[in-house]
């Protein structure tokens, strides 16, 4: 256990080896196992990884959302000098919607279907200020139109089945920003919303962050947004970080064989029209009964330039494969490396940008 | 919204017209001469014959029927060539030669009976399932939970007759606790009337509730998992307010639509009930109207409580418009 003071000049959010595990009748489910992050204040932090992975999981646990009753939840979060994790639940209750706010994946189902949209949102400025009604009112009307709702005076008193699929998430955005949190965690935003929304969206949240200066935690599954809009990648696999690095490294220099296989996957204007998408074949792995070894190692096509099996039967560390790029794995760095060139080279004709 | 309940009164009134057709003709088909259960050991042909004529049952069924039908709106004379005719004015539901009364007169002084067992249960009924649902609910897999699931499984599993037959036998007949009057309204005589219908109330309402509980339970965890409420607390509401205006809001609101469609199961269930305690509703009144092949009161009977059921489900639909917004715009 890391002592409170030891933070104080520590970054603004600390993730320090939290762990969540479900019981289930199956056996214990560990959705999340030893993920330890920091981000910097201001900053724009991307967890990307397939369904699963436990990125989700990770976000939720961050917003104190995991039932404690339901849920082994083991580790530290410092979000700006405070331990959320050992936190009463009614003073990370505190915190929620205030300091912190989230927005989820699917704008048709997080919004109560029964109330009215200005209601929802002056409900989450009333759960932390002491406000009138008419004042609230005003700020909601202010922070829709910031969001970029047109006719605010007449959406206000909308019910969500009345919007489109983007209007609903601007009303999450503004619902989350209302009370001016330090911290956003944008779960999936986009996943659930039309192309041409999507890049509205991820725009909208940039612009407030530039604006209110919020940190930013982006889960996604797509490395295409992640581009543009992180500061650092974490790339998450059967419920642990495997590899992490400034986005541009990530995108230059990726090691983790997983990583290659999401950047192959990812559809490209640059590319050869004739090249098929290179899938990562098979499927996660359970989290019940995760591989003795590496998690990774059933679906890697590198694991035999590793002597001696270890992949089968050893984990590997999260190490530092240069300064702020850490990858688990246990290839080599130099034949990392190479590896990645050959993946990059074969798919595209020009180098992949950023 | 106008509109709305206008084309829901005209699907109303379709529906019970088409309802009457079946019905009618239905019960023309079946096997049977009420024309001979007139006069019984007294029978001869001609007197099967006269009252066949007099019962206007030599006519062919359209004209019957259509005979009924105006019935009802202006009222109708039988056997009006004899020299007593039998005037029955409107609304003329028939008139039942068996019991020599009119079906309307016999139905309004049944209906009541039905209506305290049934307003009865269905308050028992609605109150503990809901609220034992929702206990059940909030202490998911802990024992509170499995106490009140396992009582409403061994509820759930007995069938209502026998239920009545324990409750009857050990209440009254070994234990002697209560008493076991007949029935009387409550305005003469309230204590009597619920020392009557205690006994039918809980044996109708103990499987419902049985029914209720699972159901109320299972709707609101469906409603905790919602993204919305998930929502909620990210928002940073208290977990009351997350629990009542949220989840339970959301959650109770499918109960309040199956409420309606239990009535149905509840009149079926009247007619076991008012039997095993011998209360004169309208299930006791099916019963021997049907032994004795009394088609105008059957008729009767079968058209009333189908109305209700129609009209009970016009009401929730109109209830569900209010709680949820989504079925008011659209």
Same mark, same amino acid.
């Given at each position: 256990?890391?002592?409170?003071?030891?933070?104080?000049?520590?970054?603004?959010?600390?993730?320090?080896?939290?762990?969540?595990?479900?019981?289930?009748?199956?056996?214990?489910?560990?959705?999340?196992?030893?993920?330890?992050?920091?981000?910097?204040?201001?900053?724009?932090?991307?967890?990307?990884?397939?369904?699963?992975?436990?990125?989700?999981?990770?976000?939720?646990?961050?917003?104190?959302?995991?039932?404690?009753?339901?849920?082994?939840?083991?580790?530290?979060?410092?979000?700006?000098?405070?331990?959320?994790?050992?936190?009463?639940?009614?003073?990370?209750?505190?915190?929620?919607?205030?300091?912190?706010?989230?927005?989820?994946?699917?704008?048709?189902?997080?919004?109560?279907?029964?109330?009215?949209?200005?209601?929802?949102?002056?409900?989450?400025?009333?759960?932390?200020?002491?406000?009138?009604?008419?004042?609230?009112?005003?700020?909601?009307?202010?922070?829709?139109?910031?969001?970029?709702?047109?006719?605010?005076?007449?959406?206000?008193?909308?019910?969500?089945?009345?919007?489109?699929?983007?209007?609903?998430?601007?009303?999450?955005?503004?619902?989350?920003?209302?009370?001016?949190?330090?911290?956003?965690?944008?779960?999936?935003?986009?996943?659930?919303?039309?192309?041409?929304?999507?890049?509205?969206?991820?725009?909208?949240?940039?612009?407030?962050?530039?604006?209110?200066?919020?940190?930013?935690?982006?889960?996604?599954?797509?490395?295409?947004?992640?581009?543009?809009?992180?500061?650092?990648?974490?790339?998450?696999?059967?419920?642990?970080?495997?590899?992490?690095?400034?986005?541009?490294?990530?995108?230059?220099?990726?090691?983790?064989?997983?990583?290659?296989?999401?950047?192959?996957?990812?559809?490209?204007?640059?590319?050869?029209?004739?090249?098929?998408?290179?899938?990562?074949?098979?499927?996660?792995?359970?989290?019940?009964?995760?591989?003795?070894?590496?998690?990774?190692?059933?679906?890697?096509?590198?694991?035999?330039?590793?002597?001696?099996?270890?992949?089968?039967?050893?984990?590997?560390?999260?190490?530092?494969?240069?300064?702020?790029?850490?990858?688990?794995?246990?290839?080599?760095?130099?034949?990392?490396?190479?590896?990645?060139?050959?993946?990059?080279?074969?798919?595209?004709?020009?180098?992949?940008?950023? | 919204?106008?509109?709305?309940?206008?084309?829901?009164?005209?699907?109303?009134?379709?529906?019970?017209?088409?309802?009457?057709?079946?019905?009618?003709?239905?019960?023309?088909?079946?096997?049977?001469?009420?024309?001979?259960?007139?006069?019984?050991?007294?029978?001869?042909?001609?007197?099967?014959?006269?009252?066949?004529?007099?019962?206007?049952?030599?006519?062919?069924?359209?004209?019957?029927?259509?005979?009924?039908?105006?019935?009802?709106?202006?009222?109708?004379?039988?056997?009006?060539?004899?020299?007593?005719?039998?005037?029955?004015?409107?609304?003329?539901?028939?008139?039942?030669?068996?019991?020599?009364?009119?079906? $309307?007169?016999? =139905?309004?002084? *049944? &209906?009541?009976?039905?209506?305290?067992?049934?307003? !009865?249960?269905? +308050? #028992?009924?609605?109150?503990?399932?809901?609220?034992?649902?929702?206990?059940?609910?909030?202490?998911?897999?802990?024992?509170?939970?499995?106490?009140?699931?396992?009582?409403?499984?061994?509820?759930?599993?007995?069938?209502?007759?026998?239920?009545?037959?324990?409750?009857?036998?050990?209440?009254?007949?070994?234990?002697?606790?209560?008493?076991?009057?007949?029935?009387?309204?409550?305005?003469?005589?309230?204590?009597?009337?619920?020392?009557?219908?205690?006994?039918?109330?809980?044996?109708?309402?103990?499987?419902?509730?049985?029914?209720?509980?699972?159901?109320?339970?299972?709707?609101?965890?469906?409603?905790?998992?919602?993204?919305?409420?998930?929502?909620?607390?990210?928002?940073?509401?208290?977990?009351?307010?997350?629990?009542?205006?949220?989840?339970?809001?959301?959650? $109770?609101?499918? =109960?309040?639509? *199956? &409420?309606?469609?239990?009535?149905?199961?509840?009149? !079926?269930?009247? +007619? #076991?009930?008012?039997?095993?305690?011998?209360?004169?509703?309208?299930?006791?009144?099916?019963?021997?109207?049907?032994?004795?092949?009394?088609?105008?009161?059957?008729?009767?009977?079968?058209?009333?409580?189908?109305?209700?059921?129609?009209?009970?489900?016009?009401?929730?639909?109109?209830?569900?418009?209010?709680?949820?917004?989504?079925?008011?715009?659209?």
């Amino acid at each position: 256990m890391i002592q409170p003071e030891a933070y104080a000049d520590r970054p603004f959010l600390t993730v320090n080896d939290l762990a969540v595990a479900f019981p289930t009748e199956d056996g214990l489910v560990r959705a999340v196992d030893g993920v330890s992050f920091t981000l910097e204040k201001g900053k724009t932090l991307a967890i990307v990884g397939e369904s699963g992975s436990g990125k989700s999981v990770t976000a939720q646990a961050l917003m104190g959302l995991i039932n404690r009753k339901a849920a082994q939840i083991t580790g530290e979060i410092w979000l700006d000098g405070q331990e959320l994790i050992a936190m009463p639940i009614d003073e990370v209750q505190e915190l929620r919607g205030n300091e912190m706010a989230m927005i989820f994946q699917d704008p048709m189902s997080s919004l109560h279907p029964f109330y009215r949209i200005g209601d929802q949102i002056t409900e989450a400025i009333k759960a932390h200020r002491s406000i009138g009604n008419s004042l609230a009112r005003r700020e909601a009307l202010e922070m829709l139109r910031r969001v970029g709702i047109p006719a605010v005076e007449r959406r206000i008193d909308a019910y969500p089945h009345q919007l489109s699929g983007g209007m609903r998430q601007r009303v999450m955005i503004a619902m989350a920003l209302i009370n001016s949190p330090q911290l956003l965690i944008a779960d999936e935003p986009t996943t659930a919303l039309d192309v041409t929304v999507q890049a509205q969206i991820i725009e909208l949240i940039q612009s407030l962050q530039a604006e209110f200066g919020t940190t930013v935690i982006l889960i996604t599954h797509d490395l295409g947004i992640v581009a543009d809009v992180a500061d650092e990648v974490v790339v998450m696999y059967g419920a642990r970080i495997v590899e992490r690095a400034p986005t541009r490294a990530l995108y230059d220099r990726p090691e983790m064989p997983y990583t290659l296989g999401l950047l192959s996957s990812i559809p490209r204007m640059d590319r050869e029209p004739t090249k098929r998408l290179e899938p990562i074949r098979g499927n996660p792995p359970s989290p019940i009964k995760l591989p003795k070894g590496c998690v990774f190692q059933p679906r890697c096509n590198y694991f035999e330039r590793v002597p001696g099996g270890r992949c089968f039967t050893e984990r590997p560390e999260f190490l530092e494969s240069e300064p702020g790029h850490f990858v688990r794995c246990h290839i080599p760095h130099e034949e990392r490396e190479q590896i990645a060139q050959d993946v990059i080279q074969t798919l595209s004709t020009t180098s992949v940008s950023v | 919204m106008f509109a709305y309940l206008v084309r829901r009164v005209i699907g109303m009134v379709l529906l019970l017209f088409l309802l009457s057709v079946a019905v009618f003709f239905l019960f023309n088909m079946l096997p049977g001469d009420p024309a001979r259960l007139t006069c019984g050991k007294a029978c001869t042909p001609s007197i099967i014959e006269a009252n066949r004529h007099r019962l206007g049952l030599d006519e062919p069924v359209v004209t019957q029927y259509t005979k009924f039908l105006s019935g009802i709106f202006v009222g109708r004379t039988f056997s009006p060539d004899s020299p007593e005719p039998i005037r029955c004015d409107a609304p003329c539901l028939g008139y039942s030669f068996t019991r020599h009364e009119e079906v $309307l007169s016999i =139905i309004a002084r *049944a &209906a009541p009976v039905t209506f305290w067992l049934a307003i !009865g249960a269905f +308050i #028992i009924w609605i109150v503990t399932g809901i609220s034992l649902g929702i206990f059940a609910a909030l202490n998911r897999g802990r024992w509170p939970d499995r106490v009140v699931m396992g009582i409403s499984l061994i509820f759930y599993s007995f069938p209502s007759f026998f239920l009545g037959l324990i409750l009857i036998f050990f209440v009254i007949i070994r234990l002697q606790w209560l008493p076991f009057p007949s029935y009387v309204s409550p305005f003469d005589n309230p204590v009597q009337f619920l020392q009557t219908m205690i006994r039918p109330w809980l044996v109708l309402a103990s499987l419902q509730a049985a029914f209720c509980i699972r159901r109320t339970r299972r709707q609101v965890l469906d409603a905790f998992s919602e993204d919305y409420v998930r929502t909620a607390r990210a928002k940073g509401l208290p977990e009351r307010v997350v629990v009542v205006k949220h989840a339970l809001r959301a959650g $109770l609101t499918p =109960i309040v639509t *199956a &409420a309606g469609l239990d009535l149905a199961v509840l009149l !079926g269930g009247a +007619i #076991i009930a008012e039997n095993i305690f011998s209360l004169p509703g309208l299930g006791s009144l099916v019963v021997s109207s049907v032994t004795s092949s009394d088609l105008p009161l059957i008729t009767g009977i079968t058209l009333l409580t189908a109305s209700i059921i129609i009209f009970a489900n016009l009401v929730v639909d109109l209830l569900y418009a209010v709680v949820d917004p989504r079925v008011r715009v659209g």
